[in-house]
């Protein structure tokens, strides 16, 4: 049974840094399409970045410079640091693994991320 498990959200003051952390288990972690979602009310669940299996990465224009994505095969885990962070960053982060050729999606719970002073 595949699962994620999304850990390091919270409440931060804008301006500040979080770090979330998404551990995986019962798939083949390393071969996987690796991304962040962010969901706010009324919105659709929009890509904030990815990684793929062979580390190349894929970010969001609105958080271009201020987030980094990363994943640690040996541990299967992917993390994202998030600096600088703004009101609009505010929401329900997801973590996903992708396999495109088998057309695959998983998804975690969610952690939920509140920027706010």
């Known amino acids: 049974q595949v699962q994620l498990v999304e850990s390091g959200g919270g409440l931060v003051q804008p301006g500040g840094s979080l770090r979330l952390s998404c551990g995986a288990s019962?798939?083949?972690?390393?071969?996987?399409?690796m991304g962040w979602y962010r969901q706010t009310p009324g919105k659709q669940r929009e890509l904030v970045a990815a990684?793929?299996?062979?580390?190349?990465?894929n970010y969001a224009d609105t958080v271009k410079g201020r987030f980094t994505i990363s994943r640690d095969n040996a541990k299967s885990t992917v993390y994202q640091q998030m600096n600088s962070l703004k009101h609009e960053d505010t929401g329900v982060y997801y973590c996903?693994?992708?396999?495109?050729?088998?057309?695959?999606?998983?998804w975690g719970k969610g952690t939920l991320v509140t920027v706010s002073s």
């Open positions: 996903n693994a992708y396999l495109a050729i088998e057309a695959i999606n998983y």
């Open positions: 019962g798939l083949g972690f390393s071969i996987y399409t």
């Open positions: 990684i793929t299996g062979g580390r190349s990465t």
